[in-house]
């Protein structure tokens, strides 16, 4: 019902700074510490560890005024700190979307990639900066930083009544990992061998 009464938003400009990589005006702000990602990484002690050894930021999510309602545009910034648990890189939880519709992602700074996973078939898009990646609807996706040492951070704009199903992600998982390796980021297919990445 508040969807109902709620008024259309009029037109109006969003700032993208491109120093501080802030939405302008700003809506609301998440932060996913390493213990919100409870059951998503390989080692599962290790994660524990490093939970209880300060249990530090992974993610954070700064969206645009503009709300998750149906039929609204919203988009989002998601910064990556650069990280692993036990050699796994730095992940979002990852999602499907419920109402299936699509989604794209802008690189901002910082190398990522976009694991996507449709129950079947993987893919992996490596996102740099001014790179889009396209997430057709029925495929869950995951956001990982691959960099080293740098942030990864990348623009969102998605459908505001696409939800975000992560129970779909705790049930099926991506179908592969991403690791750090000596040659760069490594994406490991379970049960299949390693591939490197770049
Ligand atoms: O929701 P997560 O899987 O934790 O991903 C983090 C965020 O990434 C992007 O910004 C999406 O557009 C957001 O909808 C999502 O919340
Ligand atoms: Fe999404």
Redesign the pocket.
């Known amino acids: 019902m508040a969807d109902f009464a709620a008024p259309p938003l009029r037109p109006f400009s969003i700032r993208l700074d491109r120093s501080s990589l802030e939405l302008l005006p700003a809506g609301p702000v998440?932060t996913?510490r390493l213990s919100d990602l409870e059951g998503l990484f390989a080692d599962e002690a290790a994660w524990r560890a490093d939970v209880d050894n300060g249990d530090p930021i992974v993610?954070t999510?700064a969206s645009s005024p503009v709300p998750e309602t149906a039929t609204e545009l919203p988009q989002?910034i998601?910064r990556i700190r650069p990280g692993d648990v036990a050699g796994e890189l730095y992940f979002?939880?990852?999602?499907m979307h419920p109402v299936a519709e699509g989604?794209i992602y802008l690189g901002l700074e910082g190398e990522g990639g976009l694991l996507l996973f449709d129950g079947t078939d993987i893919e992996f898009l490596e996102i740099t900066p001014d790179r889009i990646g396209y997430i057709p609807p029925g495929w869950a996706h995951?956001?990982v930083n691959v960099g080293s040492n740098d942030d990864y951070s990348f623009l969102?704009v998605?459908p505001g009544g696409a939800g975000?199903d992560?129970g779909w992600v705790l049930e099926h998982g991506f179908g592969a990992r991403v690791y750090a390796g000596a040659a760069g980021a490594e994406l490991r297919s379970y049960p299949q061998p390693a591939l490197t990445l770049g």
């Open positions: 998440l996913r993610y999510v989002s998601t979002t939880k990852g999602h989604e995951r956001s969102a998605y975000h992560y």
